[in-house]
C-alpha cells in the first residue's frame, strides 16, 4: 500500500462545476495535510493546509480531512480551464501522492 | 524577497561526473526541503534541515547523495558518480515551520533539472 494514494486522471469536468479530488493515506499518526497544485512544467504552490477533522475553506476551494478514515479531499467550486493542472496531496509536508490532473473544459 | 531559487536551473552530464545543486531559500525561512519529481509522480522527499541541522533523510537516499545547509542559509545538494537514474527534476523548498504565528507553507523553487546521459 502507497503512504499516499491518489487518482490520477484526468479528471475532466465542465467550465463552472465542481471538481472532487480525494486522496487516503496510510499513517494514521499523520497530523498536517496539504493540498499544491502543479501547473506543466511548473513547480507546485501551496493551495491549502488543514490540519483538523472538518471543511476548511478558502475562496472557491474546500478541503476536507476525515482522519478516522485516512481521508482528505480537495473540492473546487466554480471550476475554470485556468484551474486544470494536476494536484497534489501531501501527508506531513514529506509524502506526496503522485497527483491528480483536472482538466476544466469550457 | 524573491522567492526561492534554485541554480543552476538546468544541468547535463555524463554517468559518472558529479553534480552539484544550489537552494537560496526565503530569508529566515527555518525549514528547507529537497525533493526528486520525475514525470508523472509526485515529489519524492529527499532530505530536510531545520536551521543548520539536517533532521531527516530518506532512506532510499543513496549514499551518493549529500546536502549540506552552513550557517542555515543557502543549501547545496551533491550527487557523486551519477546515473542514469538520478535523472530529474531536484526541488527546493524553504518554509517557516514551527515557531509561533508560522503557516507552516513551503514555497518550491522553480527546481534544477538533471540529465544524466
Known amino acids: 500500500q502507497k503512504e499516499v494514494e491518489q487518482n490520477s486522471g484526468p479528471l475532466s469536468v465542465p467550465e463552472g462545476a465542481i471538481a472532487s479530488l480525494n486522496c487516503t493515506y496510510s499513517?494514521?499518526?499523520?497530523?498536517?495535510f496539504f493540498w499544491y497544485r502543479q501547473y506543466s512544467g511548473k513547480s507546485p504552490e501551496l493551495i491549502m493546509s488543514?490540519?483538523?477533522?472538518g471543511d476548511k475553506e478558502d475562496g472557491r476551494f474546500t478541503a476536507q480531512l476525515n482522519k478516522a478514515s485516512q481521508y482528505v479531499s480537495l473540492l473546487i467550486r466554480d471550476s475554470q480551464p485556468s484551474d486544470s493542472a494536476t494536484y497534489l496531496c501531501?501527508?506531513?509536508?514529506?509524502?506526496f501522492g503522485t497527483g491528480t490532473r483536472l482538466q476544466v473544459f469550457p | 524577497d524573491t522567492g526561492v531559487s534554485q541554480d543552476p536551473r538546468h544541468k547535463i552530464t555524463k554517468r559518472g561526473q558529479n553534480v552539484t545543486f544550489r537552494c537560496d531559500p526565503i530569508?529566515?525561512?527555518?525549514?528547507l526541503y529537497w525533493y526528486r519529481q520525475t514525470l508523472g509522480q509526485g515529489p519524492e522527499f529527499l532530505t530536510y534541515?531545520?536551521?543548520?541541522?539536517?533532521?531527516?533523510k530518506s532512506r532510499l537516499l543513496s549514499d551518493r547523495f549529500s546536502a549540506e545547509r552552513p550557517k542555515g542559509s543557502f543549501s547545496t545538494l551533491e550527487i557523486q558518480r551519477t546515473e542514469q537514474g538520478d535523472s530529474a527534476m531536484y526541488l527546493c523548498?524553504?518554509?517557516?515551520?514551527?515557531?509561533?504565528?508560522?503557516?507552516?507553507?513551503?514555497?518550491f523553487g522553480e527546481g534544477s533539472r538533471l540529465t544524466v546521459l
Open positions: 523548498a524553504s518554509g517557516d515551520v514551527g515557531r509561533e504565528f508560522s503557516t507552516g507553507e513551503l514555497f
Open positions: 499513517d494514521r499518526g499523520s497530523q498536517s
Open positions: 488543514i490540519y483538523s477533522n
Open positions: 501531501a501527508v506531513k509536508r514529506v509524502i
Open positions: 530569508s529566515e525561512h527555518n525549514r
Open positions: 534541515f531545520q536551521n543548520e541541522a539536517q533532521l531527516e
